[in-house]
C-alpha cells in the first residue's frame, strides 16, 4: 500500500516560506559589516533600493543612512540614465518613470502629493522641481521615489507681469541647491499705452532662493538685460558645472539667439561664447547635456545638427558632432497637428528633441511629444522605443533616481 502525504504547498505554506526566506537574507544582511551591506546595498536600482526599508527594522536604518544615498548615487553613473515622463492632461497632470537598462522597459506611475497641475522646472541629483500651473507664485522640490516634499516660500509677486523664467540646479562648490526665478513684468505707463508696450521689452525682476539652510527666503538679484526662454512646458534650461543654461529670445532688433548662464555660486549672469558659424545663433533649437558637455541642437533643412563644447567656455572648442537625418516614427502622421502650440518654443515639431546618449552610444531622441527613438549617430539607423503604458503626448526629462533630499 502507498501511503500520499498531504501536500503542504498551499497558499499558507508558500507566504510561510517567503516569510522564512526575507528572514534568513535579513539576518545574514545584520551579520555583515555595515560598509559592506551598504555597498550591496547602493547597487540596487532605485525602484528595489526604496523597498528594502520595509522589509525589517536593520534593513530600514541601512535605507536612512546618508552615505547609502551618496553611494547609490555615484553609481548611477555606470548605467543609463532612467527618464522621466511629464503627461499634461486637462485638470490632472501625471509623471511616469522609465528606466530603459533593465531588459523588460517598465513604466512607472509616480504620485505627485497635494498639486494636479504643475510643470517641471528641472531634475537635479534625483530631485525635480515644480511649478504650480494655476498659482504661479508656488514652486515645490520633490523625490518621486522617496515621495519627500517641499513647498517653497512664496516670493514677491508682479501685478503686471507677463511670464516667468525658472531654473533649478546645485552647485558642486558651495553644495547648495538654489531656484532662480527671472519675472518679466511692465510698469504702469507701458500697460496703459499700446504702442508703447508693444516695441518696448519688459523690465525684469531676478529672484534666488537657496535651500536647506532652514531660514530660506527669496532674494532679489536686480534686473537682467536677457529676455530668456521660458521652461514651461519645455525644459529650455540645462545644468552644467554648477551654471544654469538657458537660450535668449529673439527680437526684430536681434539677428541671433544668445547662449546665457547664470552661475550659482557668484548669482551672475554671463554670455556663453559660440561659434562664429553663420547659422548657429538664427537656428537654435534647445540645449541638453550629451557626454557631460553642453550641446546646442540647431535645426537644418530636414535635419539636427548637434553641436557640443568638448571644453567649456572656450569657443573655439565648439564641434559640430553630429548631423541627425529626417526620421518619422511609423505611428506618427508628419501633418498631424502638435499636441500644444508653445509660440516661444522654438522646436520644430517635424524634428525632435535630444535627450541623451546609452551607453552603446546611440542617441535618444523626442518626437512631437509622442515618441521616443534611439538612433546610431555613426550608421544613422534609426530604432523606436516602444512598449506599453506610454501616454498619448508626454515631455521627456533625463532623470537620475536617487535618496537624496534638502533638509
Given at each position: 500500500m502507498i501511503i500520499m502525504e498531504k501536500s503542504s504547498s498551499g497558499p499558507k505554506a508558500t507566504k510561510e516560506a517567503g516569510s522564512k526566506k526575507i528572514q534568513k537574507e535579513s539576518s545574514t544582511m545584520e551579520s555583515?559589516?555595515?560598509?559592506?551591506?551598504?555597498?550591496?546595498?547602493?547597487?540596487?536600482?532605485?525602484?528595489?533600493?526604496?523597498?528594502?526599508?520595509?522589509?525589517?527594522?536593520?534593513?530600514?536604518?541601512?535605507?536612512?543612512?546618508?552615505?547609502?544615498?551618496?553611494?547609490?548615487?555615484?553609481?548611477?553613473?555606470?548605467?543609463?540614465?532612467?527618464?522621466?515622463?511629464?503627461?499634461?492632461?486637462?485638470?490632472?497632470?501625471?509623471?511616469?518613470?522609465?528606466?530603459?537598462?533593465?531588459?523588460?522597459?517598465?513604466?512607472?506611475?509616480?504620485?505627485?502629493?497635494?498639486?494636479?497641475?504643475?510643470?517641471?522646472?528641472?531634475?537635479?541629483?534625483?530631485?525635480?522641481?515644480?511649478?504650480?500651473?494655476?498659482?504661479?507664485?508656488?514652486c515645490y522640490i520633490y523625490n518621486p521615489f522617496t515621495r519627500d516634499f517641499k513647498e517653497l516660500p512664496v516670493p514677491e509677486q508682479f501685478p503686471t507681469q507677463t511670464r516667468v523664467t525658472l531654473g533649478f540646479g546645485f552647485h558642486p562648490g558651495t553644495k547648495e541647491y538654489k531656484v532662480v526665478r527671472i519675472v518679466y513684468y511692465r510698469n504702469e505707463d507701458e500697460v496703459s499705452n499700446f504702442q508703447v508696450r508693444r516695441y518696448s521689452l519688459p523690465e525684469s525682476e531676478v529672484q534666488v532662493l537657496t535651500l536647506g539652510n532652514g531660514m530660506s527666503t527669496w532674494r532679489s538679484k536686480g534686473r537682467t538685460s536677457y529676455q530668456l526662454l521660458g521652461s514651461h512646458p519645455y525644459q529650455s534650461q540645462v545644468l552644467l558645472n554648477g551654471r544654469l543654461h538657458w537660450l535668449t529670445c529673439r527680437h526684430r532688433h536681434q539677428s541671433r539667439r544668445q547662449l546665457v548662464s547664470f552661475d550659482l555660486a557668484d548669482e551672475q549672469f554671463q554670455e556663453v561664447p559660440t561659434p562664429n558659424h553663420g547659422i548657429f545663433g538664427r537656428y537654435f533649437s534647445h540645449l541638453a547635456i550629451l557626454r557631460g558637455c553642453l550641446a546646442a541642437i540647431t535645426q537644418g533643412f530636414r535635419q539636427l545638427n548637434i553641436w557640443v563644447m568638448k571644453e567649456y567656455g572656450v569657443k573655439e572648442s565648439w564641434v559640430?558632432?553630429?548631423?541627425?537625418?529626417?526620421?518619422?516614427?511609423?505611428?506618427?502622421?508628419?501633418?498631424?497637428a502638435p499636441f500644444i502650440y508653445v509660440p516661444e518654443c522654438p522646436i520644430n515639431w517635424s524634428q525632435a528633441r535630444a535627450l541623451c546618449f546609452f551607453k552603446n552610444g546611440e542617441l535618444l531622441l523626442e518626437y512631437k511629444r509622442r515618441s521616443l527613438v534611439s538612433c546610431d549617430p555613426t550608421s544613422g539607423a534609426f530604432k523606436e522605443i516602444s512598449f506599453g503604458g506610454l501616454p498619448e503626448s508626454f515631455s521627456t526629462f533625463v532623470h537620475i533616481g536617487s535618496l537624496n533630499f534638502i533638509n
Amino acid at each position: 500500500m502507498i501511503i500520499m502525504e498531504k501536500s503542504s504547498s498551499g497558499p499558507k505554506a508558500t507566504k510561510e516560506a517567503g516569510s522564512k526566506k526575507i528572514q534568513k537574507e535579513s539576518s545574514t544582511m545584520e551579520s555583515l559589516p555595515r560598509e559592506i551591506a551598504l555597498d550591496i546595498l547602493s547597487r540596487l536600482p532605485i525602484t528595489s533600493l526604496i523597498q528594502v526599508k520595509w522589509v525589517c527594522r536593520s534593513w530600514r536604518s541601512l535605507a536612512q543612512d546618508p552615505l547609502l544615498a551618496t553611494m547609490h548615487f555615484s553609481r548611477m553613473n555606470d548605467y543609463d540614465p532612467g527618464l522621466v515622463l511629464h503627461c499634461d492632461l486637462p485638470l490632472q497632470n501625471h509623471l511616469y518613470y522609465l528606466h530603459l537598462s533593465s531588459p523588460d522597459i517598465v513604466i512607472t506611475r509616480l504620485r505627485v502629493p497635494m498639486i494636479s497641475e504643475f510643470a517641471v522646472v528641472g531634475s537635479c541629483n534625483g530631485l525635480l522641481c515644480l511649478w504650480h500651473s494655476l498659482f504661479k507664485d508656488k514652486c515645490y522640490i520633490y523625490n518621486p521615489f522617496t515621495r519627500d516634499f517641499k513647498e517653497l516660500p512664496v516670493p514677491e509677486q508682479f501685478p503686471t507681469q507677463t511670464r516667468v523664467t525658472l531654473g533649478f540646479g546645485f552647485h558642486p562648490g558651495t553644495k547648495e541647491y538654489k531656484v532662480v526665478r527671472i519675472v518679466y513684468y511692465r510698469n504702469e505707463d507701458e500697460v496703459s499705452n499700446f504702442q508703447v508696450r508693444r516695441y518696448s521689452l519688459p523690465e525684469s525682476e531676478v529672484q534666488v532662493l537657496t535651500l536647506g539652510n532652514g531660514m530660506s527666503t527669496w532674494r532679489s538679484k536686480g534686473r537682467t538685460s536677457y529676455q530668456l526662454l521660458g521652461s514651461h512646458p519645455y525644459q529650455s534650461q540645462v545644468l552644467l558645472n554648477g551654471r544654469l543654461h538657458w537660450l535668449t529670445c529673439r527680437h526684430r532688433h536681434q539677428s541671433r539667439r544668445q547662449l546665457v548662464s547664470f552661475d550659482l555660486a557668484d548669482e551672475q549672469f554671463q554670455e556663453v561664447p559660440t561659434p562664429n558659424h553663420g547659422i548657429f545663433g538664427r537656428y537654435f533649437s534647445h540645449l541638453a547635456i550629451l557626454r557631460g558637455c553642453l550641446a546646442a541642437i540647431t535645426q537644418g533643412f530636414r535635419q539636427l545638427n548637434i553641436w557640443v563644447m568638448k571644453e567649456y567656455g572656450v569657443k573655439e572648442s565648439w564641434v559640430k558632432e553630429f548631423s541627425i537625418g529626417a526620421h518619422l516614427p511609423r505611428h506618427l502622421d508628419l501633418n498631424q497637428a502638435p499636441f500644444i502650440y508653445v509660440p516661444e518654443c522654438p522646436i520644430n515639431w517635424s524634428q525632435a528633441r535630444a535627450l541623451c546618449f546609452f551607453k552603446n552610444g546611440e542617441l535618444l531622441l523626442e518626437y512631437k511629444r509622442r515618441s521616443l527613438v534611439s538612433c546610431d549617430p555613426t550608421s544613422g539607423a534609426f530604432k523606436e522605443i516602444s512598449f506599453g503604458g506610454l501616454p498619448e503626448s508626454f515631455s521627456t526629462f533625463v532623470h537620475i533616481g536617487s535618496l537624496n533630499f534638502i533638509n
